[in-house]
C-alpha cells in the first residue's frame, strides 16, 4: 500500500496594493510518495518545501526519474547503520564542492559522471536539510517530475 | 612476520551518506577505524575498506589538517582491512586484513576533507576567536612560517600553563600536558623541537590556533583563530618583552653562563637529579627570567618539570629563545597587532 502523506498546496487568496503579494493558506491534500514508506518515515523534521539549487548525482548526462530511486527501489541491499527511513531517500546537496568532492570517492566515482542541479519547489516531495552539512534526504512523490526540477546537468 | 588477524570492530557513526553509507567510523576500544565504501561486482554487498588511525592523525583530519587519502596512504602504522557493511550484527563487523599496495580504485582522491562530511559528529568546537596581525616589509616564505612557529610555540606554551592550572581541564588532558614535560632528557636541540610540537598537539580544540587568511601585500594582515584570552596574553607578553629586553637577555645570559661553565647544558634532567648544590641558584635565576619576561609562572613550570630546577631552567630558556625570534619580528616592522 503507498504511504498518504498529508500534503500541503498553496493558494493565492491575497493580492496587496504593493502588487500580486499572496498570502499562503494550505489545505490538507494526500499525496502518494514514489514508494512505499514505513511508519514515521518521513520523520517529523522533515517538510514539503521548496530549496534550491541542490545537486544530484547522476550516471549519466541525461537524467531520468530512477536517478532519483533510493537503494531500496532499486533493490540494493540495506547496509547496516542506516535505518529503513533513510534507506528509502534520495540524497543530494546543496554545495556543489561537496557534492562533487562525494562523487569522486571510490564507489560513486564507479558509476558517477554528472551533476544534476536540482530546483525543488513545494509540491515536489518531503525533505530535510542539514544547514550544518549540506546535505539533503529527499522523499520524492509519485508526481515528482525530474525535468521541471533539473534545470542543468554538470559533468563531475 | 607476524600475519594480521580478522578483527572484530564496533560501528561508531556515519560520515558521510549519499544514498547510502560511503564513509564510516568504526571503534577498536579506543582505536578509529575508517572505512570507505568500494565498489564491488556483487551488489548484494556493501564492501567497505578500512584502516586504523592514530587519535593524532584521527584529529588532524578532523581539524581539517590532512585529507582523507592521507590517512589511507601515508602513516607507517596502520592496518588496512575489507569488509561487508551488510554483515553487519548487533553493531559489529568483521573485517579481513587486507596484505598489500590498496589499488587506486580503493583509494579517495586527494583534497576529501572533513568539511565534505553529511553527518554531524558531537565534538568540542574548535576556537572562534580571531586574531589579526598586520605584516608589513620584505618576506620571504621560510621567514614567515618561521615567525608563525614561534608564535604558535609561545602561545601552546602558555596555552599549556593556563590549562594545568584551569579546573576546567580535564585530568586526561593534564597528564598529557605534564607527560610532556617529563620525558624529554633536554640535552639537545631534539628536545626542544619535540616538546614544543607536543605542547602545539596537545592545545585544546577550543584553543587550537588556525591560519584563516592570510592577504599578502605592504602593509597585509595574517587572520589567525584561536582563543581571546591567549591572545590578549601574546598582546601583553611581546611588547612586554620588547620593552625589557636588555634586562631580559642579561639575566638569559647569566643562567646560559652557569649552566655552561658547570657543564650542565649537556647533562640531562634525569642525570641532574633534584637534590643538587647548584638547584637553588638554577631555580633563583630561572625564577628571576620569568619575573622579567612576565610569563611563564615559574612555579607551574617547576611542578611541570617535576620540581627538577635543571630541567625547570632550561624549559624557561627554551621558552625565552623562541620569544626572543618572534618578537624580533616586530621589532624590524614586519609583524605589529592590530587594534
Known amino acids: 500500500m503507498l504511504s498518504l502523506p498529508p500534503a500541503k498546496v498553496a493558494l493565492p487568496i491575497v493580492a496587496t496594493p504593493n502588487g500580486m503579494r499572496y498570502r499562503v493558506l494550505w489545505r490538507e491534500e494526500n499525496m502518494p510518495y514514489l514508494e512505499d514508506l514505513p511508519e ?117 | 612476520m607476524k600475519m594480521p588477524r580478522k578483527r572484530r570492530v564496533k560501528f561508531a557513526a556515519t560520515l558521510i551518506f549519499a544514498d547510502e553509507p560511503q564513509l564510516i567510523l568504526l571503534k577498536d576500544r579506543d582505536i578509529p577505524v575508517v572505512a570507505l565504501a568500494v565498489p564491488d561486482d556483487d551488489l548484494t554487498k556493501a564492501m567497505f575498506v578500512a584502516t586504523t588511525a592514530t587519535h593524532k592523525d584521527w584529529q588532524s583530519y578532523l581539524d581539517g589538517n590532512c585529507d582523507l587519502r592521507y590517512l589511507f596512504t601515508y602513516p607507517k602504522t596502520r592496518h588496512v582491512y575489507t569488509f561487508d557493511l551488510a554483515e553487519m550484527k548487533n553493531g559489529e563487523v568483521r573485517m579481513d586484513p587486507f596484505l598489500g599496495r590498496l589499488p587506486e580504485e580503493y583509494l579517495p582522491e586527494s583534497r576529501v576533507f572533513s568539511s565534505f562530511h553529511t553527518e554531524e559528529l558531537p565534538l568540542a568546537p574548535t576556537a572562534t576567536d580571531e586574531e589579526i596581525l598586520v605584516v608589513d616589509g620584505e618576506w620571504d616564505m621560510p621567514e614567515f612560517g618561521n615567525f608563525y612557529q614561534r608564535y604558535s610555540d609561545i602561545y601552546a606554551f602558555i596555552a599549556a600553563i593556563k590549562n594545568w592550572n584551569s579546573a576546567e581541564v580535564a585530568p586526561e588532558a593534564k597528564r598529557g600536558i605534564s607527560t610532556t614535560f617529563r620525558t624529554k632528557p633536554f640535552q639537545g636541540g631534539f628536545s626542544y623541537v619535540h616538546f614544543f610540537q607536543e605542547l602545539n598537539e596537545r592545545v585544546q580544540r577550543t584553543q587550537r590556533l588556525g591560519l584563516d587568511k592570510i592577504q599578502y601585500a605592504s602593509p597585509g594582515t595574517v587572520e589567525i583563530r584561536g582563543e581571546a584570552d591567549l591572545f590578549v596574553e601574546m598582546k601583553h607578553l611581546i611588547p612586554q618583552f620588547l620593552l625589557d629586553r636588555d634586562r631580559i637577555s642579561k639575566q638569559y645570559g647569566k643562567l646560559h653562563q652557569f649552566l655552561s661553565q658547570n657543564r650542565l647544558l649537556k647533562m640531562t634532567g634525569e642525570q641532574y637529579g633534584k637534590d643538587q648544590a647548584t638547584s637553588r641558584y638554577i631555580m633563583l635565576q630561572a625564577k628571576e627570567l620569568t619575573d622579567l619576561m612576565t610569563e611563564p609562572n615559574f612555579e607551574t613550570v617547576f611542578v611541570l618539570a617535576d620540581e627538577n630546577s635543571l630541567v625547570a631552567a632550561k624549559i624557561v630558556m627554551a621558552f625565552y629563545r623562541r620569544l626572543d625570534e618572534a618578537a624580533a619580528y616586530f621589532a624590524q616592522g614586519r609583524v605589529s597587532f592590530s587594534n
Open chain 1, 40 to 156: 514515521q518515515c518521513p520523520p517529523a523534521n522533515a517538510k514539503d518545501q521548496q530549496f534550491g539549487p541542490a545537486y544530484r548525482i547522476l550516471p549519466k548526462a541525461e537524467p531520468a526519474i530512477e536517478h532519483f530511486y533510493s537503494y531500496s527501489k532499486l533493490g540494493l541491499t540495506k547496509p547496516g547503520g542506516v535505518d529503513e527511513c533513510r534507506y528509502r531517500s534520495c540524497s543530494m546537496f546543496t554545495n556543489i564542492l561537496q557534492a562533487r568532492a562525494i562523487a569522486t570517492l571510490p564507489k560513486k566515482r564507479a558509476t558517477s559522471t554528472h551533476l544534476a542541479k536540482v530546483v525543488v519547489q513545494a509540491g515536489f516531495g518531503t525533505s530535510w536539510l542539514n544547514s550544518k552539512t549540506d546535505h539533503v534526504d529527499f522523499w520524492p512523490y509519485d508526481t515528482f517530475d525530474v525535468a521541471a526540477a533539473v534545470t542543468e546537468v554538470v559533468p563531475v
